[in-house]
C-alpha cells in the first residue's frame, strides 16, 4: 500500500467520524415527544343564568350548573340546581357568579325585601316625589341624609328650623304605589324605603307627622357624620343684602294696634296726672 492511498484512508475515516459525530449532536438535541396530559378534574357548581337581583326567588331559569376546573372551587358553593330553587337571595348576583349558600335566604324564607333586611334593622318608606328623592337619582343602594323642617312648638316664636336628623342612611328600595287623593281618586305616589335602626325608625316616623323631610344624597364612600347647629329663617334673612326685612310689630291679643299719627306729640306731667298733648 502506498503512502498515497494510506493518506486517503485516513482523511476519509475521519471525514466519516466527524460526520457521525455531527448527525448524534442533531439527534440528541431534538425535542422529546410530549406526553398527553392528564385530564384535570372538574366539580359541578350552580351558578347564576342571568344578572339576579336580592330579593328575587330563584327558579329554574335563573340558573344552570357548569364544570368548575381545579380543586379551588369556592366555599359553600352548590352543586345540584335542585338546591337552589326557591330559595331567596339576599344579596345581587352577576352571570356566571357561583351561587354561595352564604347569599340565599332559607328555602322557607321566600324572598322579596324582608329577605335582605340585616339583623337589628328596620325597614321603613318614605313618601317622595321628584324633589325629596333628588330628582330620581336615590335608588336602591344608594345612601342619603334625612333633613326635617319644623316649626318648634316650645321656641316661643315663629322661625322654621331645618336639622338633618339622620346620616348616612342606606335605601332598600325605591318603587311606586298608588293611594287616593284627597277627592278619592287613584294617584301614583313614588316610595323610597330606608334601613334604619329601632331608634332612627321611630325618629323618621315623628318627622313625617310633625314636619317636612328632604332626603339628601351622599357619596358612596362618604361615611363620616358631621354635626351642625341647623338653618333658621331669622339666620338666613341675616345673610341677604340689606339685613333683615322691614317687620310689623306684634298685636296683642284684646289691643288694637298702634297707628303713626302725623304732627308732633308732647307729654306733660301736671298734678301726678299724666296726658298727652298732639300739635
Known amino acids: 500500500m502506498t503512502t498515497r492511498t494510506l493518506i486517503v484512508m485516513v482523511l476519509a475515516l475521519g471525514s466519516g467520524g466527524i460526520a457521525g459525530y455531527s448527525a448524534l449532536q442533531l439527534f440528541q438535541r431534538q425535542p422529546a415527544p410530549l406526553l398527553a396530559a392528564e385530564p384535570r378534574s372538574s366539580t359541578q357548581v350552580v351558578v347564576?343564568?342571568?344578572?339576579l337581583a336580592a330579593g328575587e326567588v330563584l327558579g329554574e331559569d335563573d340558573v344552570r350548573a357548569v364544570d368548575w376546573p381545579?380543586?379551588?372551587?369556592?366555599?359553600?358553593?352548590?352543586?345540584?340546581?335542585?338546591?337552589?330553587?326557591?330559595?331567596?337571595l339576599m344579596q345581587a348576583v352577576r352571570t356566571n357568579e357561583p351561587l354561595l349558600d352564604s347569599r340565599l335566604a332559607d328555602r322557607n324564607g321566600y324572598g322579596?325585601?324582608?329577605?335582605?333586611?340585616?339583623?337589628?334593622?328596620?325597614?321603613?318608606?318614605?313618601?317622595v316625589d321628584e324633589i325629596v328623592g333628588v330628582a330620581g337619582f336615590i335608588d336602591r343602594?344608594?345612601?342619603?341624609?334625612?333633613l326635617l323642617t319644623i316649626d318648634p312648638p316650645d321656641d316661643g316664636r315663629s322661625d322654621h328650623v331645618t336639622r338633618i336628623i339622620l346620616?348616612?342612611?342606606?335605601?332598600?328600595?325605591?318603587?311606586?304605589?298608588?293611594?287616593?287623593?284627597?277627592?278619592?281618586?287613584?294617584?301614583?305616589?313614588t316610595v323610597a324605603t330606608l334601613l334604619a335602626s329601632p331608634e332612627d325608625a321611630e325618629r323618621l316616623t315623628l318627622a313625617m307627622q310633625q314636619g317636612k323631610i328632604q332626603?339628601?344624597?351622599?357619596?358612596?364612600?362618604?361615611?363620616?357624620?358631621?354635626?351642625?347647629?341647623g338653618a333658621r329663617m331669622s339666620r338666613l334673612l341675616e345673610l341677604l343684602p340689606g339685613g333683615l326685612p322691614a317687620t310689623r310689630p306684634r298685636t296683642v291679643a284684646g289691643s288694637a294696634p298702634r297707628t303713626a299719627e302725623a304732627g308732633t306729640t308732647v307729654e306733660l306731667f301736671k298734678g301726678g296726672k299724666r296726658a298727652l298733648i298732639r300739635f
Request: charged content about 25%.
Open 48 to 51: 347564576a343564568a342571568r344578572d
Open 70 to 88: 381545579g380543586d379551588a372551587v369556592p366555599a359553600g358553593y352548590a352543586q345540584a340546581v335542585p338546591e337552589v330553587i326557591g330559595r331567596g
Open 112 to 127: 322579596g325585601l324582608a329577605i335582605v333586611i340585616p339583623e337589628g334593622m328596620r325597614a321603613i318608606g318614605v313618601r
Open 141 to 146: 343602594g344608594t345612601r342619603v341624609d334625612v
Open 167 to 189: 346620616q348616612n342612611i342606606e335605601v332598600a328600595a325605591r318603587g311606586q304605589q298608588i293611594e287616593r287623593d284627597p277627592e278619592g281618586r287613584p294617584q301614583t305616589v
Open 215 to 229: 332626603l339628601a344624597l351622599r357619596n358612596m364612600i362618604d361615611v363620616k357624620e358631621v354635626r351642625t347647629t
